[in-house]
């Protein structure tokens, strides 16, 4: 089954505490993205990739940091968690050209730091 | 910077009615209009994709139109369900960017 996987799916942390949350995608995208959603404020990009070993700043990437070592996974890392970065998260891929474009979100990830 | 507007207010209609959503952008038109389904605490997913050159995609009881000139898109459900239910949300992105602009999205609630 097609899929974007996400772990942890609920997460309760600590202010400065580091943290990783991993995202897996088994369709061979090879774009990639995150994104935060928080009420009254929709999904807002935080960054994307478009291949292995290249990733972009989307618009709220401030406070986070990814990496794209391998084509399938694609970690969200927060490296000093603040209150502000309580939010739900999500992990997608992108299929473009050939006529499609098309988002395959993960389940999302609940994050609350404390 | 592109902005969407989608209404806020949730829409409530009769089963069997069409559902109709808009969305609204400012600025320029983007390549790509897409259409979102998001149920509670689940991941939005894709359910319909309109060009800047296209004037109406439909799919089974979903139906979408993009008018460039009033810079709106219209989603329609015919035949609703309680199914149906959900917040729908509008994307858009000006080709090329990859950084698609969602909008928050409306809920529908369809009554039995």
New interface residues.
């Given amino acids: 089954e097609a899929q974007v996987t996400q772990n942890p799916r609920y997460l309760i942390t600590v202010t400065g505490k580091k943290l990783t949350v991993t995202c897996s995608q088994n369709m061979n995208h090879e774009y990639m993205s995150w994104y935060r959603q928080d009420p009254g404020l929709g999904l807002r990009q935080i960054y994307y990739s478009m291949n292995v070993e290249v990733t972009d700043k989307g618009d709220v990437p401030e406070g986070y940091k990814v990496s794209r070592k391998e084509k399938r996974n694609f970690p969200l890392i927060l490296e000093s968690p603040s209150p502000n970065q309580t939010s739900l998260y999500f992990c997608a891929t992108l299929i473009i050209g050939q006529g499609a474009y098309e988002q395959f979100f993960g389940p999302g990830t609940r994050l609350t730091v404390l | 910077s592109q902005k969407i507007e989608q209404n806020s207010e949730a829409l409530n209609i009769q089963e069997g009615k069409t559902a109709t959503l808009t969305c609204n952008y400012t600025n320029y038109s983007p390549a790509?209009l897409?259409w979102?389904r998001q149920d509670p605490?689940?991941?939005?997913?894709?359910l319909l994709?309109i060009r800047e050159n296209e004037k109406e995609k439909r799919k089974e009881r979903l139906k979408v139109t993009f008018d460039t000139t009033l810079k709106q898109s219209l989603f329609h459900i015919t035949a609703s369900q309680p199914a149906d239910s959900a917040t729908y949300?509008c994307?858009l992105?000006p080709g090329g960017s990859?950084?698609?602009?969602?909008?928050?999205?409306t809920s529908l609630i369809v009554h039995p």
Avoid: E
Avoid at chain 2, 41 to 46: K, L, N
Avoid at chain 2, 98 to 105: D, E, L, S
């Fill in positions: 790509y897409q979102y605490g689940r991941g939005p997913v894709f994709l949300l994307a992105d990859y950084i698609p602009t969602f909008g928050r999205g």
